[in-house]
């Protein structure tokens, strides 16, 4: 049997969650265009005959302008310390940036070959030809040294059955950590928070959803087996909670009905779901405030 971890780093936007998602086959981790979408470290397993495979989703790392940002970044290279094997999501590029430098020091600093690294080229299905694949690759075998690169579309499948087969290639020999069933520990009302904010941050426009997070304040199952979910979601101005609102209440009720329809599917029951909304300005640079919604680095 093999078994062990498997830490997904990379900038925000590459793809880390959506492959993650695709590799154990369900979608746990929430996705959106925007860039800092994950927060936090979201774990998942995947098993089969072979062993398992704990995956470590992380939240992009990138140049931080608040305390939450701090957050994320430590939460990045904290996880990365933790993994067997680690998968540097990039995608189609013709340079390097401040942040895949930054990435690559990481590695090179923090690794210095030690742990296997897999360069996973995302977004495949954007590449035009082989040659662009190739030069992509080559500006980051200049600057770490992958065991394996491997090109793969998260959003189309491909290949991702490729990169499974090298993550169990890779791992130690171990027992199974979790019992066989498990896809995360992930508690059901930190799931319904984060469906709430893809939802935000997907139907918002471009300032307000980064500066959203969402607390459920009560979460209960009702006799006949359905969920009555009451949940917040706190933004950082006045001005913004109008937006999230929407014109008479029309934007908070999409937000709401398209995150109802998301959770039943993950509690497989009805789901009655009220959302508030609430202004706590500037919490992302208020380590209370941080804390108090969820994002606590001694977790
Ligand atoms: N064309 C294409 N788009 C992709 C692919 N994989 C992911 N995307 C899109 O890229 C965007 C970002 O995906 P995420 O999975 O949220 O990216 P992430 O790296 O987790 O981002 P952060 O959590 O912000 O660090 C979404 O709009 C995805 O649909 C892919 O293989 N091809
Ligand atoms: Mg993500």
């Not at 680690?86 to 401040?98: M, T, Y």
């Not at 990481?106 to 035009?128: C, H, M, T, Y």
């Amino acid at each position: 049997m093999r078994s062990g971890y498997a830490a997904f780093i990379g900038k925000p936007n590459v793809g880390k969650s959506t492959l993650m998602n695709e590799l154990i086959g369900q979608k746990i981790a929430i996705t959106s265009p925007k860039p800092q979408t994950t927060r936090s470290r979201i774990e998942t397993v995947y098993t089969d005959e072979r062993g398992q495979i704990v995956l470590l989703d992380t939240p992009g790392i990138h140049k931080a302008k608040n305390k939450l940002g701090e957050y994320m970044d430590d939460v990045a290279e904290r996880t990365f310390s933790e993994a067997d094997v680690i998968v540097w999501v990039v995608e189609p590029r013709d340079e390097l940036g401040e942040e895949e430098e930054r990435i690559a020091r990481l590695i090179n600093e923090k690794n210095s070959g030690r742990k296997p690294l897999i360069l996973a080229v995302n977004k495949a299905d954007r590449f035009k030809n082989e040659k662009e694949l190739s030069d992509t690759a080559a500006l980051y075998k200049a600057r770490v040294e992958p065991r394996e690169v491997i090109a793969v579309s998260a959003l189309k499948g491909d290949n991702v059955d490729r990169l499974r087969d090298m993550l169990f290639e890779l791992m130690p020999e171990g027992p199974l950590y979790y019992d066989e069933d498990t896809v995360t520990m992930i508690p059901l009302r930190t799931i319904a928070e984060e469906i709430i904010r893809e939802k935000a941050l997907r139907m918002l426009s471009d300032e307000v959803p980064h500066g959203i997070a969402v607390v459920v304040e009560s979460f209960k199952e009702r006799r006949d087996g359905s969920y009555d979910i009451a949940a917040d979601i706190i933004c950082e101005r006045d001005s913004h909670k109008g937006m999230i609102i929407g014109k008479g209440g029309q934007m908070l009720k999409k937000i709401g009905m398209a995150a109802r329809k998301d959770i039943e599917e993950q509690v497989e029951a009805k789901v009655n779901l009220r959302l508030f909304v609430k202004v706590r300005k500037g919490w992302r640079d208020n380590q209370g405030f941080i804390r108090s919604f969820g994002y606590d680095l001694r977790k």
